[in-house]
């Protein structure tokens, strides 16, 4: 069975710093792995996904996250921080075979950003 | 917009009471999948539909059942509510292929939620 755990629930930087937000996974397979954010009083978003080939993976509003199969890990990054990037994360793993739909969210890391 | 519809957007009722939420994919898609997020547990995945049959189940009450009809879209039934089922329910649908494999399109879109208030 897979799980996921993301470091920290709440994270707090100024506009401008640099974002990272942890994700650690367990997985007996090789994952498909995924960033997702939620705003408030909306569904969740996907940021970016990792299936195979390239690790470092880019997805919209300029995050990236490195799948590093040494670490177990995939976190997400930004070089700068928006006052707009205020909200809910979510890091998600995936396998395939017979549950191949069940995916496992990890807690989620509230990122607030400060001017 | 993720293209995927849910209604109704909020719901309250007493326990005791039977709900139905509806969701309503994205084109094209045959995966239904439904959650749960409440701030004590967090995002749950309950269970997910593929092309009108069960595919996964999760943390699914047995007081919850959910279906899959022939135009894609899923309901999600909630009998003998709790004060504890008040949560924001989510559905998400994506593409995906037969017996299980993963395609690269498989990210799930998410609609915005059923927020359920029990009294």
């Known amino acids: 069975a897979q799980s996921v755990t993301q470091l920290g629930s709440h994270v707090s930087v100024s506009e401008g710093a640099l974002v990272l937000l942890r994700c650690n996974y367990s997985?007996?397979?090789?994952?498909?792995l995924f960033w997702y954010v939620q705003y408030p009083n909306q569904g969740l978003q996907l940021l970016l996904k990792?299936?195979?080939?390239?690790?470092l993976v880019k997805g919209i509003n300029g995050f990236e996250a490195e799948f590093k199969k040494s670490e177990t890990s995939f976190h997400l990054t930004k070089p700068s921080a928006h006052m707009s990037d205020a909200a809910e994360y979510f890091c998600?793993?995936?396998?395939?075979?017979?549950?191949?739909?069940?995916?496992?969210f990890g807690d989620g890391t509230t990122l607030t950003v400060k001017p | 917009d993720s293209g995927v519809t849910q209604t109704p957007k909020h719901l309250i009722t007493a326990t005791g009471q039977r709900v139905t939420l509806r969701c309503s994919p994205r084109?094209?898609?045959?995966?239904v999948y439904w959650y749960q997020q409440s701030l004590d547990q967090g995002l749950q995945f309950l269970i997910q539909?593929?092309?009108?049959?069960?595919?996964a189940k999760g943390n699914i009450l047995e007081r919850f059942s959910a279906q899959q009809f022939p135009d894609l879209h899923s309901e999600l039934n909630l009998s003998s509510l709790e004060l504890g089922d008040s949560a924001l329910y989510f559905c998400?649908?994506?593409?995906?292929?037969?017996?299980?494999?993963?395609?690269?399109?498989?990210?799930?879109?998410f609609g915005p939620g059923t927020r359920l208030t029990v009294l």
């Open positions: 539909y593929y092309n009108g049959e069960e595919r």
């Open positions: 998400a649908s994506s593409v995906e292929g037969l017996a299980g494999e993963l395609t690269v399109m498989n990210e799930q879109f």
């Open positions: 998600a793993v995936m396998v395939d075979g017979t549950n191949a739909g069940k995916s496992t």
């Open positions: 084109s094209g898609d045959l995966s």
């Open positions: 997985s007996s397979v090789p994952p498909y």
């Open positions: 990792y299936t195979t080939g390239a690790t």
